[in-house]
């Protein structure tokens, strides 16, 4: 079993920075692969960056956010580093875990959900 539990949300100015936290904790088998989600009301679920730990971290980014947001995973917490925030970015963000021995990107067949954390980023 795996629960997550993100934090670091919070309300900044457009060009702001914010970093995330998601604390994983598990029992048995470890799940590889984490990503960040997010969704804005009346929008779908969209996935934002996801991470893979293999040999070496295998990560994906939406194009959107590309250049401007970091993922990283360090032993059990898994980060969203986002800089030069837009408006757009606005959204509740969760954090998702998945058993896997590949990559999954950023589909949303993730098993594991946290229950989110709120970004606001004014103009």
């Known amino acids: 079993q795996v629960q997550l539990v993100e934090s670091g949300g919070g309300s900044v100015q457009t060009g702001g920075s914010l970093r995330l936290s998601c604390e994983r904790s598990?029992?048995?088998?470890?799940?590889?692969?984490m990503a960040w989600f997010r969704q804005a009301p009346g929008n779908e679920r969209e996935g934002v960056a996801s991470i893979y730990r293999g040999n070496a971290d295998t990560t994906s980014y939406v194009d959107s956010v590309k250049g401007r947001f970091t993922v990283s995973l360090d032993k059990n917490t898994l980060y969203l580093q986002m800089n030069d925030l837009k408006p757009d970015d606005t959204a509740m963000y969760y954090c998702?875990?998945?058993?896997?021995?590949?990559?999954?990107?950023?589909?949303?067949?993730?098993?594991?959900w946290g229950q989110g954390t709120q970004v606001t980023v004014s103009s």
């Open positions: 998702a875990g998945a058993y896997c021995p590949r990559p999954k990107g950023l589909g949303t067949d993730y098993t594991f």
């Open positions: 598990y029992i048995g088998a470890i799940p590889y692969c």
